[in-house]
């Protein structure tokens, strides 16, 4: 069994920075991609990042792209995500995901293990 446990959420205003991480427990994650995604009020959880846990190799959403990073910590079993020049609209519930695949699956369908989210709120 994976447990995953997100940190780093809170208030920031436009322009800024924050970076949220996942803490994983259960197995290590050599198989694994990583992801996270996203849920803003009264819309669907929408796919943000992720990242294999061999190879590293990653996959953004447009809408976050160049401003996002994703990375992981082997060693610390943790996943991160640095967020940039935040806008309003990045205002959502953050969750990270894990899934055994060496593909990187951009649909929520595709993981099995979610952490409990953390809120992200941007004020303009």
């Known amino acids: 069994q994976v447990q995953l446990v997100e940190s780093g959420g809170g208030l920031v205003q436009a322009g800024g920075s924050l970076r949220l991480s996942c803490a994983a427990s259960?197995?290590?994650?050599?198989?694994?991609?990583t992801a996270w995604f996203r849920q803003a009020p009264g819309k669907e959880r929408e796919f943000v990042a992720a990242?294999?846990?061999?190879?590293?190799?990653?996959n953004y959403a447009d809408s976050v792209k160049g401003r996002f990073t994703i990375s992981r910590d082997n060693a610390k079993n943790t996943l991160y995500l640095q967020m940039n020049s935040l806008k309003s609209e990045d205002t959502a519930v953050y969750y990270c995901a894990a899934e055994r695949s060496y593909t990187i699956p951009r649909s929520m369908d595709a993981y099995t293990y979610w952490g409990q989210g953390t809120q992200v709120t941007v004020s303009s």
């Open positions: 259960g197995r290590t994650f050599t198989s694994y991609t």
């Open positions: 990242i294999t846990w061999i190879g590293g190799i990653t």
